[in-house]
Nanobody, 124 residues
Framework: QVQLVESGGGLVQAGGSLRLSCTASGRTFSSYRMGWFRQAPGKEREFVAAINRSGGSTYYADSVKGRFTISRDNAKNTVYLQMNSLKPEDTGVYYC?????????????????WGQGTQVTVSS
């Protein structure tokens, strides 16, 4: 069992930056692949980025490629999402997710543990 807590969301103007953090409980964080997802009002949850256990492999949705960077610090049990050049369409609740395994995954059902989410609002 792992518990995930996101932080770092907020209100930012278009073109600005935010860094989200997700801290996991437990001592086996390095066993988990991690992912970031987001959900806008009235829309389904969508994949944003994923990272494997070591951090050596990452995967991004086309909509964020080149603007967002996922990284992790296994010593701190934390995964990050650096978001630059934010656009109004990036607005939503951002969730981190975890599951045991190494291959990066973009499908929500591949993840077993989810955080409560953090709101990101990008104004135009």
């Amino acid at each position: 069992q792992v518990q995930l807590v996101e932080s770092g969301g907020g209100l930012v103007q278009a073109g600005g930056s935010l860094r989200l953090s997700c801290t996991a409980s437990g001592r086996t964080f390095s066993s988990y692949r991690m992912g970031w997802f987001r959900q806008a009002p009235g829309k389904e949850r969508e994949f944003v980025a994923a990272i494997n256990r070591s951090g050596g492999s990452t995967y991004y949705a086309d909509s964020v490629k080149g603007r967002f960077t996922i990284s992790r610090d296994n010593a701190k049990n934390t995964v990050y999402l650096q978001m630059n050049s934010l656009k109004p369409e990036d607005t939503g609740v951002y969730y981190c997710a975890a599951s045991v395994g190494n291959i990066v995954e973009r499908t929500p059902r591949r993840y077993d543990y989810w955080g409560q989410g953090t709101q990101v609002t990008v104004s135009s």
